[in-house]
């Protein structure tokens, strides 16, 4: 089983910066493609980032390509998403989330365990 915690939401003005992390926990962590993920409300949950399990894979939303970047520490079981030039649609809750088979990339169904989020918040 995979516990993950996510952190390094805030408030940020358009065009700024943020690094989420995600710190999980348990033997399969390392071994997990892991996601990135946001909910803004009234919205379904959408896919915004992952990163396979060695971390040489990657693949992002078409909305965040060249302005986010996931990355991973397997040694500190960790996950980061590098979050430039912000906007404010990309204001949601943000989630971490883990697929234990690599089963694929940008569908929630596929993935296997989720942290609790951390807000971001872009103000104009």
């Known amino acids: 089983q995979v516990q993950l915690v996510e952190s390094g939401g805030g408030l940020v003005q358009a065009g700024g910066s943020l690094r989420l992390s995600c710190a999980g926990s348990?033997?399969?962590?390392?071994?997990?493609?892991m996601g990135w993920f946001r909910q803004a409300p009234g919205k379904e949950r959408e896919f915004v980032a992952a990163i396979s399990w060695g971390g040489t894979r990657t693949h992002y939303a078409d909305s965040v390509k060249g302005r986010f970047t996931i990355s991973r520490d397997n040694a500190k079981n960790t996950v980061y998403l590098q979050m430039n030039s912000l906007k404010p649609e990309d204001t949601a809750v943000y989630y971490c989330?883990?697929?234990?088979?690599?089963?694929?990339?940008?569908?929630?169904?596929?993935?296997?365990?989720w942290g609790q989020g951390t807000q971001v918040t872009v103000s104009s």
């Open positions: 348990g033997r399969t962590f390392s071994s997990s493609t």
């Open positions: 989330a883990a697929d234990r088979y690599g089963r694929g990339w940008s569908s929630p169904l596929e993935y296997d365990y």
